[in-house]
């Protein structure tokens, strides 16, 4: 990748591990390093604008990897909400984003909110169904606050991660209920099973009609793949077909954002002074454990587990870089 790509891509990836997001940090680089070397990702790919109208972008990521046509793509969101009081922004042509929430972080500091989603491989069915047609297609929204941390939501709409199912299964573990099917579409804590099954959805329906909705969001309007032409879990994505959707919107276009701002503020101190349930030391609004979590990292470094510094040693010596400096860092604590 050229220097600059280069270096985006490596700040996506350790903004989510200093968030404590860690399914989507450096644990990453070897999948990315074999996307960019053997699986058809262009390291060299360029985004480029195919069609606008007003607010209204269109992006082709020219087969980048997901991170660069995103950023590309936000930032001429951010552009066009300056102009137009929101802007918005559907990509082509990209691959594997990362986690969502650092492209709806970028419209903080323009006084924005930020709306990011993203389509996925397809690891659920239709409510009711079996066919694994559905993907969890994440959606993030980050609302700035005047005083507190900025409120930031980044979720999918699967009850858990296909990665997640996978380790139980090294471990021999079962899985805890509610979090998959099996293949007739029976729920199941056999980890085998749901590997050959479904990922349940969050909140039977709902989840799935999010899902959906933000898939659609995230490819039908730049003409990227939908569910199954994405590829599938087996044999992986196709290269350059994945899409996204990105929204910024003014918040003087409504209104003084200041004020909006301390009223963001009242909404986190109400959620923070909320009585903790039993079994909970406090309540959290959507964004603030993260936030807390990337100033503590941000402080002590950020702890990783030995499997991820392996992974990424194991690729650096495979692209004939001098690991040393990883073997340096040793063993972290385990996440």
């Known amino acids: 990748m050229g220097a600059d790509d280069a270096a985006l891509l490596a700040e996506t990836l350790v903004h989510a591990d200093l968030r404590a997001i860690h399914s989507h940090g450096v644990l990453r680089v070897p999948d990315y390093v074999a996307k960019l070397t053997r699986a058809g990702v262009d390291p060299r790919g360029r985004p480029a604008i195919v069609h606008e109208s007003g607010a209204v972008v269109v992006v082709d990521g020219g087969n980048s990897m997901g991170q660069i046509g995103g950023m590309f793509a936000m930032r001429e969101a951010i552009v066009r909400a300056r102009a137009h009081g929101l802007g918005a922004a559907a990509v082509r042509g990209s691959n594997h984003c990362g986690a969502m929430d650092i492209y709806a972080m970028q419209a903080l500091p323009h006084d924005m909110i930020g709306i990011a989603s993203s389509n996925a491989l397809p690891t659920m069915a239709p409510w009711g169904g079996r066919d694994k047609i559905v993907g969890m ?8 606050a005047a005083a507190e941390a900025a409120v ?184």
């Open 137 to 144: 297609n994440p959606l993030a929204v980050a609302i700035p």
């Open 152 to 335: 930031v939501l980044d979720i999918a709409f699967g009850a858990t991660a296909h990665g997640k199912i996978r380790v139980y299964h090294q471990k021999g573990a079962a899985l805890p209920a509610g979090w998959a099917f099996d293949a007739a579409g029976r729920p199941t804590t056999d980890a085998a099973a749901a590997l050959d099954g479904l990922i349940q959805p969050v909140g039977g329906h709902k989840g799935i009609g999010l899902a959906v909705i933000t898939g659609i969001l995230s490819t039908l309007l730049s003409g990227a793949a939908y569910g199954t032409q994405l590829g599938n879990m087996v044999d992986g994505p196709h290269a350059g077909a994945d899409g996204h959707f990105f929204m910024a919107l003014g918040l003087a276009a409504f209104g003084d954002p200041a004020a909006f701002k301390r009223r963001v503020d009242d909404v986190v101190r109400q959620i923070h002074a909320s009585a903790p349930a039993p079994g909970f030391a406090r309540c959290y609004a959507p964004g603030a454990l993260e936030a807390e979590y990337e100033a503590r990292y941000s402080r002590e470094g950020i702890p990783l587990n030995d499997a991820t510094l392996a992974g990424v040693a194991a690729a650096a010596r495979e692209r004939g870089v001098d690991a040393a400096l990883i073997a340096v860092l040793g063993p972290g604590d385990a996440q």
